[in-house]
């Protein structure tokens, strides 16, 4: 059927609207693409813009390729065990593949998911960190890539800025263009700070834990990899319960990024914390160290000390450091009671509640609750009472007593008491209630509920030691006072003192040098000197003991420490040649050209006098004291090693005879306690006037010890604080120590030197049938005839 015009014209109308219609979407979809376009190219074009308003005053990423972060300067013994640590920021560098995969896994897991798919920034891990902080209404995620946040602690600052976060993403992108993952994840896991002052997971690991990061376990390196969030709030010294928390956080989202099965987590989630003990910088003998590190700064300067990594190799034995300085404070504490209790450290009012003053002395003495002070440790106390045979102290950690015999050394001085002297038994006359006093905690008193506790006393006195091998010069000891946390002037380098009667050896070996021998003797009797360069017109030397011996032999002499004899030998050979025998020996400090010099007038260091002793026990050959070995850098390529600087200022026949003068002095003179080391021992005391400095200086074949001891304001010790009752005791202890389990030796003989059969009144050679005669060493070219008398006999006694 036909259609009708009324259909044709609908249907017309119909495809109009149609074509109208699909006109209109064609239309829309290209204003569609058009915005889509040109928003893209002005997205584009800003982005183009931002960066290049970023661009030129950012850093170029490819430094990094060489860039060598602030490590730690380690020094080691030598034994190679580590003994100190010099840094700005304890930074241990170590390789990515040293580093545990657990540990890599747990800050990969807690920080950085999708780190080896994204290219710097992670745009999903913004978004969700967006909504997580939406919901909780305030900041409790970052969406920072590990990548972002090395690039903000290389390059940026601290500054909170969008401007900061776009350099920061330019950065990453860069880096990320230029490094492998691999080396972004090695250089932020040494970079990151990890609180404590430490920085990288070496020193972290250390730190918190006591033990290298290879050793660590799966909860230990939880704790590790959650700390760089923020340090403080997460350290488990700190805040335990927030530590646990986190570790936990980072154990289960190790679990959900399939690092580690769901056992695994729930077992390490359980672990208590097993801490290790934050230090300061390790220094395990600081006098020593400080010594070290000052060549050090000589040689390479601050930066490089500080922040290069250098592995200083030094002479050092830790063994023998410790022996060192067990036995200079032991008897520090032992000789300063000797002198007297110098009364309380202060005074607290008494009528305090007792709960206040045991709160004010637990914060004093830095208790930790629920732990008590360790045996054997010295803490402050307050005097609650006084008794005249106790006293009952607070301590902070409850009360103690002292009994009589653990104070007996502070009781009143003595007294006479029918004509005769006497010492009174009872303290109450030195002590009162509300004194602060130092106590050293014995353990539980008998009825268990106190402390049993002695009375205690930091030591005025100080003292210095060094021990070194004479054949290499390597100093194996070095103590340079008693606590360098208080002092740090090292008196075992620096100070310049007196050195008594420790000088004789250097006159009598010149006198030897120029032909004297044991034998040689020499009236011991009164003598003045009239000195022109003495501040008095007359000097009229005299014996320790106030007494004249007549006629004796140089060894006898010296085994005793005759004075006059000395300055009498010094007289003969002359000023100058001991002056210059000195010099050859190792001593650079300023002699007086006076005869006083040979009881050791002008000041001296111990090192000097170490090290001209060591000649003697070596053959007559010193070698120059050193303390370090060699140095390397961080790479270990050598930057230092050190060369033996030899010279032989005595000859070996003159070594040989001062070391039997100084056997002599152990053997019947004033270092006859030194007899109970049980081996071959040379050694010479030396006491100032007054008291006021002790020496001893002593060696075997292998080892030579010299200390010293005295008073920093150069005050008398106290009567009798001789070498032999102040300094032996340090020596002795320390020796005994350093030689247990080693081989006995005797003194090396030399070729030069031979024995003859001498007459004891004249110093002469003896017929072979003496009764009298005995047997004396001798130069070869110095032994005495039949005829010879040698004896240096003084009729002059003013001079």
Same mark, same amino acid.
């Given at each position: 059927m036909? !259609?009708t015009?009324?259909?044709?014209s609908?249907?017309?109308?119909?495809?109009?609207?149609?074509?109208r219609?699909?006109?209109?979407?064609?239309?829309l979809?290209?204003a569609?693409?058009?915005?889509?376009?040109?928003?893209?190219?002005?997205?584009?074009?800003?982005?183009?813009a931002?960066?290049y308003?970023?661009?030129?005053e950012?850093?170029?990423?490819r430094?990094l390729?060489?860039f060598?972060?602030?490590?730690?300067?380690?020094?080691?013994?030598?034994?190679?065990?580590?003994?100190?640590?010099l840094?700005?920021?304890?930074?241990?560098?170590v390789?990515?593949?040293?580093?545990?995969?657990?540990l890599?896994?747990?800050?990969?897991?807690?920080?950085?998911?999708?780190?080896?798919?994204?290219?710097?920034?992670?745009?999903?891990?913004?978004?969700r960190?967006?909504?997580?902080?939406?919901?909780?209404?305030?900041?409790?995620?970052?969406?920072?890539?590990?990548?972002?946040?090395?690039?903000?602690?290389?390059f940026?600052?601290?500054?909170?800025?969008?401007?900061?976060?776009?350099?920061e993403?330019?950065?990453?992108?860069?880096?990320?263009?230029?490094?492998?993952?691999?080396?972004?994840?090695?250089?932020?896991?040494n970079?990151?700070?990890?609180?404590?002052?430490?920085?990288?997971?070496?020193a972290?690991?250390?730190t918190?834990f006591?033990?290298?990061?290879?050793?660590?376990?799966?909860d230990?390196?939880?704790?590790?990899?959650?700390?760089?969030?923020?340090?403080?709030?997460?350290?488990p010294?700190r805040?335990?319960?927030?530590?646990r928390?986190?570790?936990?956080?980072?154990?289960?989202?190790?679990?959900?990024?399939?690092?580690?099965?769901?056992?695994?987590?729930?077992?390490?989630?359980?672990k208590p914390?097993?801490?290790?003990?934050?230090?300061?910088?390790?220094?395990?003998?600081?006098?020593?160290?400080?010594?070290?590190? !000052?060549?050090?700064?000589?040689m390479y300067g601050?930066?490089k000390?500080?922040?290069?990594?250098?592995k200083?190799?030094?002479?050092?034995?830790i063994?023998?450091?410790?022996l060192?300085?067990?036995?200079?404070?032991k008897?520090?504490?032992i000789?300063?009671?000797r002198?007297?209790?110098?009364?309380?450290?202060?005074?607290?009012?008494?009528?305090?509640?007792?709960?206040?003053?045991?709160?004010?002395?637990?914060?004093?003495?830095?208790?930790?609750?629920?732990?008590?002070?360790?045996?054997?440790?010295?803490i402050?106390?307050?005097?609650?009472s006084?008794?005249?045979?106790?006293?009952?102290?607070?301590t902070?950690?409850?009360?103690?007593?002292?009994?009589?015999?653990?104070?007996?050394?502070?009781?009143e001085?003595?007294?006479k008491?029918d004509g005769?002297?006497a010492?009174?038994?009872?303290?109450?006359?030195?002590f009162?209630?509300?004194?602060?006093?130092?106590?050293k905690?014995?353990?539980?008193?008998?009825?268990?509920s106190?402390?049993?506790?002695s009375?205690?006393?930091?030591?005025?006195?100080?003292s210095?030691?060094?021990?070194?091998?004479?054949?290499?010069?390597?100093?194996?000891?070095?103590?340079?006072?008693?606590d360098?946390?208080?002092?740090?002037?090292?008196?075992?380098?620096?100070?310049?003192?007196?050195?008594?009667?420790?000088?004789?050896?250097?006159v009598?070996?010149?006198?030897?040098?120029?032909?004297?021998?044991?034998a040689?003797?020499?009236?011991?009797?009164?003598?003045?000197?009239?000195?022109?360069?003495?501040?008095?017109?007359?000097? !009229?030397?005299v014996?320790?003991?106030?007494?004249?011996?007549?006629?004796?032999?140089?060894?006898?002499a010296?085994?005793k420490?005759?004075?006059i004899?000395?300055?009498?030998?010094?007289?003969?050979i002359?000023?100058?040649?001991?002056?210059?025998?000195?010099?050859?020996?190792?001593?650079?400090?300023?002699?007086?050209?006076n005869?006083?010099?040979?009881?050791?007038?002008?000041g001296?260091?111990?090192?000097?006098?170490?090290?001209?002793?060591?000649?003697?026990a070596?053959?007559?050959?010193?070698v120059?004291?050193?303390?370090?070995?060699?140095?390397?850098?961080?790479?270990? !390529?050598?930057?230092?090693k050190?060369?033996?600087?030899?010279?032989?200022?005595?000859?070996?026949?003159?070594?040989?005879?001062v070391?039997?003068?100084?056997?002599?002095?152990?053997?019947?003179?004033?270092?006859?306690?030194?007899?109970?080391?049980?081996?071959?021992?040379?050694?010479k005391?030396?006491?100032?006037?007054?008291?006021?400095?002790a020496?001893?200086?002593?060696f075997?074949?292998?080892?030579?010890?010299?200390?010293?001891?005295?008073?920093?304001?150069?005050?008398?010790?106290?009567r009798?604080?001789?070498?032999?009752?102040?300094a032996?005791p340090i020596?002795?202890?320390y020796?005994?120590?350093?030689l247990?389990?080693?081989?006995?030796?005797?003194?090396?003989?030399?070729?030069?030197t031979?024995?003859?059969?001498?007459?004891?009144?004249?110093?002469?050679?003896?017929?072979?049938?003496?009764?009298?005669?005995?047997?004396?060493?001798?130069?070869?070219?110095?032994?005495?005839?039949?005829?010879?008398?040698?004896?240096?006999v003084?009729?002059?006694?003013?001079?």
């Open positions: 036909p !259609k015009k009324k259909e044709k609908s249907k017309k109308k119909k495809k109009t609207k149609k074509k219609r699909g006109g209109f979407f064609k239309w979809s290209m569609v693409f058009s915005i889509f376009i040109t928003t893209l190219l002005i997205g584009f074009i800003g982005i183009l931002i960066y308003t970023f661009t030129d950012l850093p170029d990423v430094v390729k060489s060598e972060p602030s490590t730690v300067t380690l020094m080691y013994s030598d034994q190679d065990q580590l003994i100190a640590e840094y700005l920021e304890k930074r241990i560098v390789p990515l593949n040293k580093i545990p995969t657990q890599k896994q747990a800050a990969l897991a807690v920080e950085d998911a999708n780190f080896y798919r994204h290219m710097g920034i992670d745009l999903k891990a913004v978004f960190a967006f909504l997580t902080n939406m919901k909780a209404g305030r900041v409790v995620e970052g969406g920072s890539t590990i990548t972002q946040q090395l690039s903000k602690t290389l940026l600052t601290r500054e909170r800025s969008l401007a900061r976060k776009i350099k993403a330019i950065l990453s992108i860069r880096m990320e263009l230029i490094f492998t993952k691999d080396e972004i994840l090695e250089m932020y896991l970079q990151i700070y990890y609180g404590h002052g430490s920085y990288g997971v070496e972290a690991a250390r918190y006591g033990k290298s990061v290879q050793n660590l376990s799966l230990e390196v939880a704790i590790i990899a959650g700390l760089p969030k923020s340090p403080n709030n997460y350290s010294y805040n335990p319960k927030r530590a928390s986190r570790r936990n956080h980072v154990i289960r989202r190790m679990a959900q990024e399939g690092f580690i099965k769901s056992n695994e987590a729930k077992q390490a989630m359980k914390f097993t801490l290790g003990e934050v230090t300061n910088m390790l220094n395990r003998a600081p006098y020593f160290v400080e010594y070290i590190r !000052k060549q050090l700064m000589t601050r930066n000390v500080y922040k290069s990594g250098l200083v190799y030094t002479t050092l034995s063994e023998k450091q410790i060192a300085q067990e036995a200079t404070k008897n520090l504490l000789a300063d009671k002198y007297g209790y110098r009364g309380p450290l202060g005074t607290m009012d008494i009528s305090l509640p007792e709960i206040v003053l045991q709160e004010s002395l637990s914060e004093i003495n830095n208790f930790t609750e629920g732990i008590h002070p360790k045996t054997g440790t010295n402050k106390g307050l005097v609650k006084v008794n005249k045979e106790y006293l009952t102290v607070l902070g950690q409850g009360e103690g007593i002292i009994e009589l015999k653990d104070m007996d050394w502070a009781r001085p003595n007294i008491v005769r002297w010492r009174i038994h009872r303290v109450d006359k030195n009162y209630p509300g004194d602060k006093i130092l106590v905690v014995l353990g539980i008193y008998e009825s268990g106190l402390w049993s506790l009375l205690e006393q930091e030591p005025e006195v100080e210095a030691l060094i021990s070194l091998e004479p054949h290499t010069g390597h100093i194996k000891a070095l103590i340079g006072g008693y360098f946390s208080k002092s740090q002037f090292n008196r075992a380098i620096q100070a310049v003192r007196q050195p008594g009667s420790v000088f004789k050896p250097i009598y070996a010149t006198a030897i040098s120029k032909g004297f021998s044991p040689s003797i020499i009236i011991d009797s009164p003598i003045i000197f009239k000195e022109k360069d003495h501040d008095f017109d007359k000097w !009229k030397p014996n320790f003991e106030k007494k004249f011996y007549g006629p004796t032999p140089l060894r006898k010296l085994a420490s005759r004075n004899i000395t300055v009498k030998l010094l007289q003969k002359g000023t100058r040649s001991v002056i210059q025998m000195a010099k050859n020996l190792g001593i650079n400090s300023h002699l007086e050209n005869l006083s010099i040979g009881l050791g007038s002008s001296v260091t111990l090192k000097e006098l170490v090290s001209a002793y060591s000649a003697f070596n053959r007559g050959i010193r120059e004291p050193q303390g370090i070995r060699y140095v390397e850098n961080r790479n270990g !390529k050598i930057l230092y050190n060369s033996q600087k030899i010279t032989q200022p005595i000859t070996s026949g003159t070594a040989q005879i070391t039997s003068l100084l056997q002599s002095v152990v053997q019947e003179g004033t270092a006859k306690k030194v007899r109970s080391l049980n081996r071959p021992t040379a050694g005391t030396g006491t100032t006037n007054n008291y006021i400095d020496w001893f200086m002593g075997t074949p292998k080892l030579i010890t010299g200390v010293w001891v005295g008073k920093d304001n150069v005050e008398p010790l106290g009798n604080e001789t070498g032999s009752r102040t032996i020596w002795l202890d020796m005994k120590g350093a247990i389990n080693t081989p006995i030796q005797n003194f090396p003989v030399s070729p030069e031979v024995y003859a059969k001498i007459n004891p009144q004249t110093g002469s050679l003896a017929k072979h049938d003496d009764s009298k005669g005995f047997f004396e060493l001798f130069l070869k070219d110095k032994i005495p005839n039949s005829q010879d008398h040698h004896k240096e003084i009729t002059d006694n003013t001079f």
